[in-house]
């Protein structure tokens, strides 16, 4: 689906369904997003990420609820990083798109539950920036988060294209410590152990201000780099993690 209006070219949202879904037999589903990195696409979390196959397994177990993994593309194609912005340039309206497009769209197409607390948001590397920071300004949209590879700000491309104030607006590691957080507001992080110093240091900074504010924050660390795999390993966990502040 795409949005011409808000400069969203037309292109694959992937949609899981959970084991015994059934449209319209009564049960409310939570859904969880899933944002891909940059380069990426919307099939990314379902070929390398192994999505649909973590989620049968969890579900079938029952160490999750059944919900629905939606997998939307947030660049549009070819290497434009979006970083699930609205650009100001007049460009992709990513962040409107997601919230006032793709979310309705879903939960009028899908038996969902529509409460905030009942939509997760998961990504890795840019999407796990995406996730932070959607989840952590948007709360009366989302709730739990699961921020893969995480970064704390969009980049310095960004920087210059918002300036200093809007920057800092949209990154975390800058507005932690003075957002609102009508909580809980679960957030679970993970990254790879051979993943650069600064990156790490960055996503300990994260952890740090999150702790601070009183949140429930929960980290797993995994012995690989900036990768799928690393990204495979850890969705699980979140979701598991994720799945204790579900609506019950």
Same mark, same amino acid.
């Given at each position: 689906?795409?949005?011409?209006?808000?400069?969203?070219?037309?292109?694959?949202?992937?949609?899981?369904?959970?084991?015994?879904?059934?449209?319209?037999?009564?049960?409310?589903?939570?859904?969880?997003?899933?944002?891909?990195?940059?380069?990426?696409?919307?099939?990314?979390?379902?070929?390398?990420?192994?999505?649909?196959?973590?989620?049968?397994? =969890?579900?079938? /177990?029952?160490?999750?609820? #059944?919900? +629905?993994?939606?997998? @939307?593309?947030?660049?549009? !194609? *070819?290497?434009?990083?979006?970083?699930?912005?609205?650009?100001?340039?007049?460009?992709?309206?990513?962040?409107?798109?997601?919230?006032?497009?793709?979310?309705?769209?879903?939960?009028?197409?899908?038996?969902?539950?529509?409460?905030?607390?009942?939509?997760?948001?998961?990504?890795?590397?840019?999407?796990?920036?995406?996730?932070?920071?959607?989840? =952590?300004?948007? /709360?009366?949209?989302?709730? #739990?988060? +699961?921020?893969?590879? @995480?970064?704390?700000?969009? !980049? *310095?491309?960004?920087?210059?294209?918002?300036?200093?104030?809007?920057?800092?607006?949209?990154?975390?590691?800058?507005?932690?410590?003075?957002?609102?957080?009508?909580?809980?507001?679960?957030?679970?992080?993970?990254?790879?152990?051979?993943?650069?110093?600064?990156?790490?240091?960055?996503?300990?900074?994260?952890?740090?201000?999150?702790?601070?504010?009183?949140?429930?924050?929960?980290?797993?660390?995994?012995?690989?780099?900036?990768?799928?795999?690393?990204?495979?390993?850890?969705?699980?966990?979140?979701?598991?993690?994720?799945?204790?502040?579900?609506?019950?």
């Amino acid at each position: 689906m795409g949005a011409p209006d808000l400069g969203i070219p037309g292109a694959a949202t992937y949609v899981y369904l959970p084991p015994g879904y059934r449209g319209g037999s009564g049960p409310r589903y939570p859904v969880v997003y899933l944002f891909h990195g940059t380069p990426g696409r919307a099939a990314d979390w379902f070929a390398a990420g192994n999505a649909a196959r973590a989620l049968d397994v =969890l579900i079938t /177990r029952r160490l999750v609820p #059944p919900m +629905i993994a939606v997998a @939307p593309d947030l660049n549009g !194609g *070819g290497l434009h990083d979006t970083e699930c912005l609205d650009d100001p340039a007049g460009g992709r309206q990513v962040e409107t798109y997601l919230r006032t497009r793709l979310v309705p769209w879903v939960d009028g197409h899908y038996d969902t539950d529509p409460e905030p607390a009942a939509r997760l948001l998961a990504g890795m590397s840019a999407g796990g920036f995406c996730a932070l920071d959607q989840g =952590l300004r948007h /709360r009366d949209t989302y709730r #739990p988060i +699961i921020s893969i590879l @995480p970064f704390g700000d969009p !980049g *310095g491309d960004w920087r210059e294209r918002l300036g200093p104030q809007r920057f800092a607006a949209v990154s975390p590691s800058s507005y932690l410590p003075a957002i609102t957080l009508p909580g809980p507001d679960p957030v679970f992080l993970c990254t790879g152990e051979e993943t650069s110093r600064a990156e790490r240091d960055g996503i300990d900074a994260l952890q740090a201000q999150l702790t601070a504010r009183g949140e429930p924050v929960a980290r797993h660390d995994v012995g690989d780099g900036h990768s799928w795999r690393t990204a495979r390993i850890c969705l699980p966990y979140g979701l598991v993690f994720a799945a204790r502040y579900l609506p019950q």
